[in-house]
C-alpha cells in the first residue's frame, strides 16, 4: 500500500528516528530480515531512537489500521520479523547494554544483540544465559524463553529478567516487574511478543568464565541406541556446570568424517563444561565406557569465542525450518527411526534432543508463561539450506522426524522453535497457561495490535487469571 504525503509528514515530525518507505534508498536492506524464506515488503520500516517513538509508531499504525511486526535481531524463524503492507519497528538503532558490576545487573536496549550482552557482562567477570548466535536479537530470545549453553547452570534468559520497560499497545509507557503488573511480567515471560513493544530489559548477572569447555563425540549409528541410554541416565546425574546434547544427523559427503561414516547417519554428543577438561572427561566416564567414538574432539577456550562460534554458519539470507516439543525420555524405537531417517536428510538437517533439568527446573512450572521447564529434553528437527528448491524436502524432513518422536513428546512447545501461524496456543503453553494468557492480552490488547507473533487471541475463553492493567 501507499502511504500519503501528509500521513508521512505527520509521522516524520513526531518521530526522532529514521522513517524508510518503498522507494526510499536502503529499502531493500531495511526490509530483509534474517531468514531468506520471507521475502516481505513493508509499508514502513521505522527505526525509533527512544520509547517516544515507539509509542509514535504505534499510534500511527493504528490510525492507518497497518498491521505491526516488531524487529530486533530479526531471526524470527516464522517471519514475524516483517510483514506486507504494514510497518515494521526496527528496533536496531535502540542498542546498547551498561552493567552495574556491583549490583550484578545488566541493563539492556531492546535493539541489542547477544554479543553485546556477553562481552558487557563478561568485561566484569559476569554472564547472563543467552542463545548460542551472536547477532540473535535479545529482545525475541528472551520474551520466548532463551536457551543456550548455560541454561542447566543459571536458568533459560527469561528466568534472569528483574524488569522490563515496554510500550503498550494504547501507547502508555509502562513497566512490568514481580512487584509492579506482575501478571504481565509473568506472561511476558514465555508469550511476550503479544503485549507490547519491549524498549529495555534488566537482567541479573552471574558470576563466570572466562572459559568454557566444550567437545563432541561421534558415533556409528549401530550404538545409536546404546549411546543414547548412557546418554539420558548420564543427564539425570550430571552436575550443573555440564551441558548435554545429543545429536541423529548425517555425515554429509565432502565435509571432514572417516570413511565409514561418511554419507550415512551418525549419532553426535555435544557437550559443555565449566569447569577443566579433565573435569568434563570425568562426568562422562559412563559414556565413554558404552562405546568407541570415530570422532572425539575438544578443548578449552573463552566463553566469548564459543558464543560467537557459529555466528558465520548462521549469516542472513540462509533457509531455515524446526519443529519441537519436550519430551522425558525417547524409546529405543523411536531412536532407531530417527537414525533411519537421518538416511534421507536433505541440507544439513537433524534431530537434537537437548538436555535440561538442573537451574531450568529450580523454578515452578506455573511461575511464567514458558512452558516445558520440568521436561528433561527439548527435542528439534531443523534444517537448514539454501536453495529454494529444496523447501519442501526439507521441511517434510523434519516433519517427518517430529511425527516419528512425536509419541514420546509432553505438553508444551519452544515458541521461538514454533514455524506455523496459526499454531494453537495450548499445545505451546498447555490449556490452561493458554487461558491465562488470553486475559492478559485482553487487558492489556484487546484489539489485537500486536499479532504478527504466535498470538494469543484476546477472544479466547476467559480464565480466572486477574490481567488487568492499572486504571
Avoid at 503488573?181 to 515471560?189: G, I
Avoid at 561418511?262 to 557437550?271: L, R
Avoid at 516433519?399 to 496459526?422: K, Q, S
Amino acid at each position: 500500500m501507499t502511504l500519503a504525503d501528509t500521513a508521512l509528514s505527520r509521522l516524520r515530525s513526531a518521530f526522532s528516528g529514521e522513517i524508510v518507505a518503498p522507494g526510499d534508498p536502503g529499502y531493500h536492506r531495511a526490509r530483509r530480515v534474517w531468514s531468506a524464506m520471507f521475502d516481505r515488503r513493508p509499508a514502513l520500516v521505522v527505526r525509533p531512537v527512544a520509547a517516544a517513538d515507539v509509542a509514535a509508531a504505534i499510534r500511527f499504525s493504528r490510525e492507518h489500521d497497518l498491521v505491526v511486526a516488531v524487529r530486533c535481531g530479526g531471526h524470527s524463524i516464522s517471519g514475524h520479523s516483517t510483514c506486507d503492507e504494514g510497518l515494521v519497528i526496527d528496533l536496531s538503532a535502540m542498542r546498547g547494554v551498561s552493567v552495574d558490576p556491583e549490583a550484578r545487573l545488566a541493563r539492556v536496549n531492546a535493539g541489542a544483540h547477544l554479543v553485546e550482552l556477553d562481552r558487557a557482562a563478561q568485561a566484569y567477570g559476569l554472564v547472563c544465559p543467552s542463545g548460542t548466535v551472536g547477532h540473535t536479537g535479545i529482545a525475541g530470545l528472551t520474551l520466548g524463553g532463551g536457551v543456550g549453553r548455560l541454561q542447566r547452570l543459571f536458568g533459560l534468559t527469561l528466568d534472569n529478567l528483574v524488569a522490563v520497560e515496554l510500550v503498550a499497545a494504547d501507547g502508555r509507557h509502562v513497566r512490568a516487574s514481580a512487584d509492579e503488573n506482575p501478571e504481565l511480567f509473568w506472561a511476558l515471560r514465555g508469550a511476550g511478543a503479544n503485549f507490547g513493544v519491549v524498549t529495555a530489559f534488566e537482567f541479573r548477572l552471574h558470576p563466570f568464565g572466562p572459559t568454557l569447555t566444550r567437545g563432541i563425540r561421534i558415533y556409528r549409528p549401530a550404538d545409536a541406541v546404546a549411546v543414547w541410554r548412557a546418554f539420558h541416565e548420564l543427564l539425570r546425574v550430571a552436575p550443573r556446570q555440564m551441558g548435554l546434547n545429543f545429536v541423529i544427523g548425517r555425515a554429509l559427503p565432502g565435509d571432514d568424517y572417516p570413511a565409514e561414516v561418511q554419507g550415512g547417519p551418525i549419532v553426535i554428543v555435544a557437550f559443555n563444561h565449566t569447569g577443566s577438561e579433565a573435569d568434563a572427561a570425568a562426568v562422562l566416564e559412563p559414556l565413554t565406557a558404552t562405546a568407541e567414538p570415530v570422532v572425539a574432539s575438544g578443548g578449552t577456550l573463552p566463553y566469548l569465542d564459543i558464543q560467537s562460534m557459529y555466528d558465520g554458519d548462521s549469516e542472513a539470507a540462509t533457509r531455515y525450518y524446526s519443529l519441537g516439543g519436550f519430551a522425558n525420555d525417547l524409546q529405543p524405537a523411536t531412536i532407531a527411526g530417527l537414525v533411519d531417517h537421518a538416511a534421507d536428510a536433505v541440507g544439513e538437517s537433524g534431530f537434537s534432543a537437548t538436555g535440561q533439568g538442573g537451574a531450568m527446573a529450580d523454578m515452578e512450572e506455573d511461575a511464567t508463561a514458558f512452558t516445558g521447564r520440568r521436561a528433561w529434553l527439548r527435542v528439534t528437527a531443523e534444517n537448514l539450506w539454501t536453495d529454494p528448491a529444496e523447501d519442501d524436502a526439507s521441511i517434510a524432513w523434519c516433519r517427518r522426524a517430529m511425527a516419528i518422536a512425536e509419541p514420546d513428546t509432553v505438553v508444551g512447545r519452544y515458541v521461538n522453535e514454533v514455524f506455523e501461524d496459526g499454531t494453537d496456543p495450548g499445545t505451546i503453553y498447555g490449556v490452561e497457561k493458554a487461558r491465562r494468557l488470553a486475559a492478559v492480552k485482553r487487558a492489556w490488547d484487546p484489539d489485537n495490535v500486536f499479532r504478527v507473533n504466535h498470538n494469543i487471541d484476546p477472544r479466547a475463553a476467559p480464565s480466572a487469571a486477574d490481567g488487568s492493567p492499572p486504571g
